[in-house]
């Protein structure tokens, strides 16, 4: 199949996440054709991942792509079938064409075409529910898969966009990303003597502001840029003629290297008890406010950057280099990905991905030149 068929292939399948398994089984069944041991870890009910495996030479170079992509936001369905691939002007539309079909295509031609020409060893990943929770590369992350891995290449979008043709960009980092509950005591008085009691929305609503403010005060660094922090949610209410005793917030944050939740949540809980100690919030009944990490299944990403002395990076620059004739720029995403869960597990990792636009758009399109050129850097890449 040709490389363009091939990604027309890969985006008539659906698979919207929760509904990755007929493409992961169709990529899974691929992988065994081009000589690799093949596991499809099942993790949910009818979601999978594909891993695979193949050569014996080395530690293995792992290539990672999500199957899964968002819903067709803003498609107009009667007229435009989102899982039909359309070309116009060296562009290609689609679905899911740039994030991520094209990196998984570029992956599958890359290992199809080095098959007879290379010893070395590969692992693949074909992960599900990336744009969701990163539930598919966690479930990962509970097996050995990663552990004689050395390096890893993400063909993922990176989300700062270069949009030339002729140089090319290499994500070296992400920044992380992690969720704070806080509750904001106040003390509950009728409301007709309301100057007796303290309201957990005023006390609450200084701290969101003062929440808002401390984002020029966070850490910053070198590639990653700096921190930044919002409310994204605040809830208080008084079910009679009192005043309110409880406000809860959710903060999300992100962060850079070298932080990580317990030490933000401590950068915020400083915050909050400098608050008290000015003078500006007011204890309720000798209680603060507390913050904590908001549990959830999947641990929240961390942020990372690998090293531009990582001798496989200088491997996968050399083969952008000869295949482009340019060096790549390097730079860093400002949001998580699942890169940041294969970060956590040690591992030096890079994002090169295809040009494109428009992603979780109805305008989402690969730059069919990328997509070829991605294909052959691969190739290069494996074959050194
Ligand atoms: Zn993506």
């Not at 979008?157 to 290499?170: A, F, G, P, Q, W």
């Not at 915050?271 to 500006?280: D, E, H, P, T, V």
């Amino acid at each position: 199949m040709d490389s363009v068929d091939l990604l027309k292939k890969l985006v008539s399948f659906n698979s919207v996440f929760p509904k990755e398994s007929e493409l992961a089984h169709y990529l899974g069944d691929e992988l065994k054709k081009l000589g690799f041991k093949v596991e499809m870890q099942k993790f949910h009910d009818n979601r999978y991942n594909v891993l695979a495996q193949r050569g014996s030479k080395g530690k293995p170079t792992l290539l990672y792509g999500h199957i899964d992509t968002v819903p067709a936001y803003g498609y107009d369905l009667v007229n435009r079938d989102p899982f039909k691939l359309e070309e116009r002007d060296g562009k290609l539309y689609a679905l899911g064409a740039y994030d991520m079909k094209a990196g998984i295509a570029a992956i599958l031609k890359a290992v199809e075409e080095t098959k007879n020409e290379s010893e070395r060893a590969i692992k693949v990943m074909f992960v599900s529910d990336e744009e969701a929770d990163s539930t598919g590369t966690y479930y990962v992350t509970k097996t050995d898969f990663f552990k004689d891995v050395e390096f890893a290449v993400a063909t993922e979008i990176s989300d700062i966009h270069d949009m030339n043709e002729k140089t090319r960009t290499l994500s070296l980092g992400r920044r992380g990303r992690v969720q704070y509950e806080i509750n904001v005591p106040g003390k509950s008085f009728h409301a007709a003597r309301m100057e007796h009691g303290i309201s957990a929305v005023t006390e609450a609503s200084k701290l969101a502001i003062e929440l808002e403010k401390m984002n020029s005060e966070l850490p910053k660094h070198p590639k990653l840029s700096h921190g930044n922090q919002y409310v994204r949610r605040f809830f208080s209410e008084s079910l009679s003629l009192s005043i309110p005793d409880e406000a809860t917030m959710l903060v999300d944050r992100h962060l850079v290297v070298p932080e990580n939740a317990e030490s933000a949540r401590k950068h915020i809980e400083d915050k909050i008890n400098q608050l008290y100690a000015r003078g500006i919030m007011q204890e309720a009944n000798g209680k603060r406010a507390t913050i904590r990490v908001k549990p959830r299944e999947v641990p929240y990403l961390m942020p990372y950057f690998t090293s531009e002395d990582n001798p496989h990076l200088k491997r996968l620059s050399a083969a952008i280099e000869k295949t482009l004739v340019t060096k790549p720029n390097y730079n860093c995403g400002l949001s998580v990905a699942d890169e940041n869960l294969i970060a956590m597990q040690g591992i030096p990792v890079v994002s090169y991905g295809p040009i494109g636009e428009g992603e979780h758009s109805n305008g989402e399109w690969v730059s069919k030149k990328s997509y070829l050129e991605l294909i052959e850097v691969l190739k290069t890449f494996l074959a050194f």
